[in-house]
């Protein structure tokens, strides 16, 4: 694919999730921008992965990102990060929004990736709705393409498919020789490893963008992150999502 691509994640974890097996295809022409450096100011999750502050635990979570991207086969373009606490994101959409309006103006790609918004983690929703604020913003003429999370299901967590929308999805299951390349891939990682190992690498399937409402909720039901303490609850998020919106001169249907 000879094209300048933007992949936008939340975490430092989720560009492999979501695109290990495409990355080689985009022969090293693509930036990657985290939202958040992927470090809780809680210090609960630095202290169960060995550091003793969270901003050692973001800079471990840096240098497995790095290791990870050189096993998928690195990139010429950029590496940034908007350096949002973890679980935070969402109180900052606006600011997130001019910020990727402005880097990515600068880039072109034609294509951007990025989550779906599906109610599975705060974050992974807010970077979906920065994105779509920052193409508005911007006007940029570029294709939004998502890649599956998670979300709530029947039994819990689901996760390598989306939520019913009107769009194209492009299943692409995955080999076992490429299911156990990823899971190497992954395991450069290790902080992440409890996290990670619930994912059965079967799939990962892509598809064009539908259009959000982003002050509705995402489906009906309690949301997948109401089952944890990751800082607000989805009226919140919609205010916060509003608000941004709002700040930014720009409908909150995109």
């Known amino acids: ?88 994101a969402a109180f900052h959409i606006a600011d997130h929004a001019s910020r990727l309006a402005a880097m990515l103006a600068a880039r072109c790609p034609s294509l951007v990736f990025t989550h779906a918004y599906e109610g599975g983690h705060p974050d992974h929703d807010a970077a979906a709705a920065a994105v779509h604020a920052a193409v508005s913003l911007a006007k940029l003429p570029c294709t939004v393409i998502e890649f599956a999370g998670y979300h709530a299901g029947v039994q819990g967590m689901e996760c390598e498919c989306f939520l019913h929308h009107p769009a194209d999805v492009l299943p692409r299951p995955i080999s076992e020789p490429a299911r156990q390349w990823k899971r190497e891939v992954l395991d450069c990682y290790r902080s992440q490893a409890r996290v990670l190992a619930q994912f059965p690498l079967r799939f990962e399937p892509l598809r064009p963008a539908p259009r959000y409402d982003f002050t509705r909720a995402p489906h009906e039901g309690r949301l997948y992150y109401e089952r944890f303490d990751w800082g607000l609850q989805p009226d919140e998020w919609r205010r916060l999502a509003q608000r941004a919106f709002l700040e930014l001169g720009i409908s909150c249907v995109c």
């Open 1 to 88: 694919m000879d094209m300048p691509v933007a992949i936008v994640a939340a975490h430092p974890d989720d560009e492999i999730l979501g695109l290990a097996l495409l990355l080689p295809k985009l022969r090293r022409q693509f930036d990657v921008i985290h939202v958040t450096d992927g470090a809780p100011r809680s210090g609960g999750d630095a202290q169960q992965a060995g550091c003793p502050t969270w901003r050692e635990y973001a800079d471990l979570r840096r240098r497995e990102f790095a290791r990870a991207l050189a096993a998928a086969g690195g990139t010429d373009g950029a590496t940034l990060c908007l350096d949002c606490p973890d679980q935070q």
